[in-house]
């Protein structure tokens, strides 16, 4: 267990939206149209998705404050075609887009009364979920899309209780090929067969570096980007 609290995430969601926008404030075409690690996706893709990510998180909102079920995509054809069009966007647009869309989800946010929060709603992959946890959803995208930019923002900047919660989120996703992390702040894997379960050691951003498909250590197994 991450021991993570909704204080602690909304905390989080506020800080990689400021340190994503902190970069973003300062891109035009030039710096948008920059490759991220994401295959395919340059920097003006990750904005639209961020903008995209704040608007539908913000559909599941409504649900929780209305009662209205409302999905966060109508489709993921539609939720991709959103970010495709996004991305076209002159680079104030799209900045902008990224900025006030953040601002509608977190006034959403503030709205929410002690029961509202209790409310279930469906995420975008089938999973229900109390409105509680949509502000750790938000603080994933917002923290890890920073780094992606490439723009001064890396996992050590990021307090070490996100990197905790987010590195138990990864492990869950990646089970079995992946044990949970050790006391001592490793990580098992699996290999085929059934030699011995190998111990991955590395300080805390990297190894969320690596268990997020962002970063490659020496001796481990090779992962695709998480999220």
């Known amino acids: 267990m991450s021991g993570r609290t909704l204080a602690d995430a909304r905390g989080w969601a506020a800080l990689g939206t400021r340190l994503f926008l902190a970069a973003a404030e300062g891109f035009g075409p030039a710096e948008y149209a920059a490759p991220t ?36 995509y109508a489709s993921p054809e539609e939720r991709l075609a959103g970010i495709e069009r996004g991305r076209a966007l002159p680079a104030a647009e799209l900045t902008s887009w990224v900025r006030e869309s953040a601002q509608r989800l977190t006034a959403g946010l503030d ?42 923002t890396a996992f050590a900047d990021l307090p070490a209780g996100f990197l905790a919660a987010l590195c138990t989120d990864v492990l869950a996703k990646r089970a079995p090929a992946f044990a949970l992390r050790t006391p001592d702040g490793g990580v098992r894997w699996n290999p085929p067969g059934d030699g011995e379960q190998p111990v991955l050691e590395a300080e805390l951003p990297q190894l969320t570096a690596y268990l997020t498909g962002r970063q490659h250590i020496e001796g481990a197994p090779p992962l695709d980007p998480w999220l």
Do not use: F, I
């Open 111 to 152: 709205a929410l009364t002690p029961e509202q929060w209790q409310a279930p709603v469906t995420t975008a992959q089938g999973r229900t979920v109390p409105a509680a946890e949509l502000p750790w959803l938000r603080a994933r995208e917002a923290c890890v899309h920073a780094v992606d930019l490439a723009a001064g």
């Open 37 to 72: 690690p994401l295959p395919g996706w340059s920097r003006a893709h990750l904005a639209a998705h961020l903008a995209a990510n704040a608007d539908a998180l913000g559909n599941l909102v409504h649900w929780a404050a209305t009662g209205e079920p409302t999905p966060m």
